[in-house]
């Protein structure tokens, strides 16, 4: 059996490279099984409970499916709909949830509730959003840049906008995967300070380079992969002149002029044309963004037969 059997992803500082490594290589076997309509019921009557403290469609869906196709069902869960709403504890919830179910997948408006989930928990527990974190956003955005890219070793990968969850994760896992990695804001100092030392420790280990910078321009330079996300997030407060200060950061045709070219434009969704991104740019031909969402479902499938039944594959050749 694998090692990430029985494992907790709260953050990608859970896993080692080898496991990180092992996830991606999983979910292309499994996205080859999917397209090919080959049957892969890894995870036959097993469960997930999912629940959600905020909206979500790709998390979702991308679970709910990933269950269903690997031979399981998951159960959504609203806290207005259980107990939760009416006070039961995380703790209780989480004791009760792993003596049904075979794992547990929560969004969450506070990381805490997360860790706290995981300590009262048996089954392992999956991170799908945290104000902090986004840990399965960033494995499909890897397995999307490996898939135009051929690899993630050597890409630079840029962030333009908003520090935040999808960002931070990205600042976990970039260095880590071999990738340069920059992040353009005017907000440098909202970028998570203990995250920024861990990922320049990864960047010296393997050669890598990260910058923050405030000047758009620097930022896009020789980028490969320009990335953006919502400029307020879910739950988000904001100063005054917030988005008029993120408004030289929208990807839109100049920037994109001013990375490499033929460089790609990912966004983790939902997006809003006209603000982080332009809509020429959204629907324009450098735009990867549905492949990166379709990967979401992929991803998905192989952190929970990895952490279920501690599988992990290898690619079958492609057929001619
Ligand atoms: N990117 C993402 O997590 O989307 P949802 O909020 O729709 O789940
Ligand atoms: N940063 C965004 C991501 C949504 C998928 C948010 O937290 O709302």
Redo the contacts with the bound molecule.
Sequence with gaps: THPLLGRDLLTLADWNDTELFDVLETAAELKLRQQRRKAHPLLANRTLAMIFE?P?T??RVGFESAMVQLGGHGIYLSPRDTQIGRGETIGDTARVLSRMCDAIMARVNDHATLVELAQAADVPVING?S?WL?PV?ALADALTIREYFGSCQGVKLVYLG?P???SNSLLELAPRLGMDFAIGTPFVANVDQHLLAQSRLQAAANDTKIVVTNDPLEAVKDADVLYT??W?????VVAEGHLEALQPFQINAELLAAARAGAKVMH???MHRGEEISADVADGERSIVFDQAENRLHTHKAVLVATIAGLALRRTKRLA
Excluded: I
Aim: hydrophobic residues 25%.
């Design positions: 905020k979500s790709r998390t959003l104000d986004h956003q908003d935040n969850n999808v996300d919502v307020v997030s879910m739950g988000q983790c969704l939902p």
